[in-house]
């Protein structure tokens, strides 16, 4: 069982790999539901999820997702110690709001610093499977287990391969390429001989007419004057 959930983890981490550019070590956003399902279930999130991704991970959550356990009191305490010992992301918040509107006010603008999402709260996975290229953590059978890519993010693949949308960062990491190894220039220059390419000279071709023609009348004319030399005789 443990191998099979191992290929499956491998097969969906190359999935983003390959088409969201997910680098090691892993960004993965914890919120309060998943350290407290860990503490129950017994699973050392730090030990035991960087074999389960097959690479280095970064744990971390934010100072909203802290300040929820916290007000929560005794039920959460031990959750709150698991999740103030990761590291501490900067949100955007002046005031605390929940966990699930701080994690998704850091996965906006297409996930740019590619956060994974560990959480047990349905409402908040639903919502980050409405996001293109972010893989979804959740603990079952005191396992944790990679979500399969959703169907945003099957879609969104399935388009830039057909090349119906590029991202802007692609983009214009394209253009910068091309400027750098000069081969827009090396494309304008291509263009211009290929203009400049004709087909065979006029000219010629009006040269040859006449040489055949001079070439045809020159036994008519010797005809003629064997013609007149026997009238003669």
Same mark, same amino acid.
């Given at each position: 069982m443990g191998v099979t959930r191992q290929k499956h983890a491998k097969k969906i981490m190359g999935f983003y790999k390959h088409n969201f550019q997910f680098r090691e070590p892993f960004q993965v956003l914890l919120d309060g539901t998943f350290c407290q399902a860990a503490l129950r279930n017994k699973i050392q999130i730090r030990e035991?999820?960087? @074999?389960?991704?097959?690479? !280095?991970?970064?744990?971390?959550?934010?100072?909203?997702?802290?300040?929820?356990?916290e007000s929560l009191g005794k039920a959460l305490? @031990?959750?709150?110690?698991? !999740?103030?010992?990761?590291?501490v992301r900067n949100c955007s918040h002046k005031s605390p709001v929940s966990g699930s509107t701080c994690l998704l006010s850091m996965i906006e603008d297409g996930n740019p610093h590619h956060f994974f999402i560990a959480t047990q709260d349905q409402d908040l996975s639903n919502k980050v499977k409405r996001k293109p290229g972010i893989p979804l953590l959740f603990i079952i059978?005191?396992?944790?287990?990679l979500d399969k890519p959703s169907p945003k993010?099957?879609?969104?693949?399935q388009k830039l391969q057909t090349n119906q949308l590029v991202p802007e960062y692609q983009k214009q990491s394209i253009v910068e390429l091309k400027e750098k190894e000069g081969l827009v220039k090396q494309e304008g220059e291509k263009r211009r001989k290929r203009k400049r390419a004709g087909g065979p000279n006029p000219l010629s071709?009006?040269?040859?007419?006449k040489k055949k023609t001079q070439e045809g009348q020159e036994p008519s004319a010797e005809k003629k004057k064997r013609r007149k030399r026997k009238r003669n005789r």
């Amino acid at each position: 069982m443990g191998v099979t959930r191992q290929k499956h983890a491998k097969k969906i981490m190359g999935f983003y790999k390959h088409n969201f550019q997910f680098r090691e070590p892993f960004q993965v956003l914890l919120d309060g539901t998943f350290c407290q399902a860990a503490l129950r279930n017994k699973i050392q999130i730090r030990e035991q999820l960087p @074999g389960y991704l097959d690479g !280095a991970a970064q744990l971390c959550t934010t100072r909203c997702v802290i300040k929820e356990l916290e007000s929560l009191g005794k039920a959460l305490y @031990g959750a709150k110690l698991i !999740a103030q010992r990761f590291q501490v992301r900067n949100c955007s918040h002046k005031s605390p709001v929940s966990g699930s509107t701080c994690l998704l006010s850091m996965i906006e603008d297409g996930n740019p610093h590619h956060f994974f999402i560990a959480t047990q709260d349905q409402d908040l996975s639903n919502k980050v499977k409405r996001k293109p290229g972010i893989p979804l953590l959740f603990i079952i059978q005191n396992t944790m287990v990679l979500d399969k890519p959703s169907p945003k993010s099957l879609a969104f693949v399935q388009k830039l391969q057909t090349n119906q949308l590029v991202p802007e960062y692609q983009k214009q990491s394209i253009v910068e390429l091309k400027e750098k190894e000069g081969l827009v220039k090396q494309e304008g220059e291509k263009r211009r001989k290929r203009k400049r390419a004709g087909g065979p000279n006029p000219l010629s071709c009006l040269k040859k007419k006449k040489k055949k023609t001079q070439e045809g009348q020159e036994p008519s004319a010797e005809k003629k004057k064997r013609r007149k030399r026997k009238r003669n005789r």
